[in-house]
């Protein structure tokens, strides 16, 4: 008998996400901004306390969202740690300037502040930073070097989502920052995103490129007696059906964080003894970090090992993946990107992760099975 694959992540599925999908199919409101979409927004305020947030049909269109409302266009550059998702680069790229990749960590995968500080010129007109696997970025250092050359700071928290550094909420250092609830996220809507405008004097800026470049939210608001366009824009707001779907799983967040840690912690410690005899790195996010559990990795001795680690697992069932190419050696990134200095421990990095399955149904005997797996495994020689 063959037991049944371990997958690598199923989306969440929520109690109450076909009641609201049918009531907004039968309301006759089912573009955006509706009863879900106020329910969706006011549940995220709640866990990031912070009212100005709008939803989004992605997170690629809240980042692209950023490069407008921060008035990035051709000739301008901006810092973008060559080792996070594609939309990074695409955002600045899409407004006709250039992504310049810096450097990470080698034991977190975050942005290397003295990357940053290395790679600005007079042409730098933002730092855009991603908070890996909801483990904060150095904010206090990346805010000095940012303040200090008047640069503003996207905060892409698409993995964080409520996590905590220093008892601060991911997604509110920024001066712009993003969420994402595709359906690998913690919580999802299928597609979906959302821009938190940390800049007041953003804000009303922020709804009208999100409405086609409209004051379609002020006519909603009924401030105004119809809507004009006043800008660019596209649109980029949330349909209600996502939103409903969206509003179900975050009526669920207590509990999708409270099994999602359960398999989390269950590895680190279930893996911990072999870890060591096999000079391999759990992720160890330190104690001023209260991480999300939306990623677990690990780090073999050598970026040799992880096909053979990766094959090993997939014989034993367990569908173990890697992460993101480096966008410096990307063929896009280097049509439209240039890169800064030395990118050697972001390329290590991104060349020896492994993440291992982790969704909030997997049961206790699955995650047993996962570790037996990995706990079989034997890294090469060195
Ligand atoms: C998922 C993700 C996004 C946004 O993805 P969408 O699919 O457009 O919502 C952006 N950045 C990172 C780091 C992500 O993981």
Redesign the pocket.
Known sequence: MTPEHVVFCTPYRSARELDYLDAVLTSGHVHGDGEFTRRATALLAGIIGHERILLTS??????EICSILLGVGAGDEVIVPTY??A??ATAVALVGATPVFVDSDDRDGNIDPAAIAAAITERTRAISV?N?AGVGVDMGAIRAIADAHGLPVIE?D??GLGARTDGIVLGTRGDLA?Q???D??NVHSG???ALIVNRADLWERAQVVRQKGTDRSRFLRGEVDRYTLLDVGSGYSMSELSAAVLTAQLEEFDAIQRERHRVWTAYRTGLDAWADSQGVQLMSPGPQHEHPAHIFFLQVPDAADRPVMLAHLRERGILATFH?VPLHDSPGGMRFGRTSGDVARATSFAARLVRLPLWPALSDEQVDRVRDAVTDFRVAAR
């Open positions: 992605t997170g690629s269109d809240a980042l996070t998702f939309s990074a991603m890996y892409d698409a993995h993003i994402s609830f595709h690998t996220k597609e979906g995103g993101y």
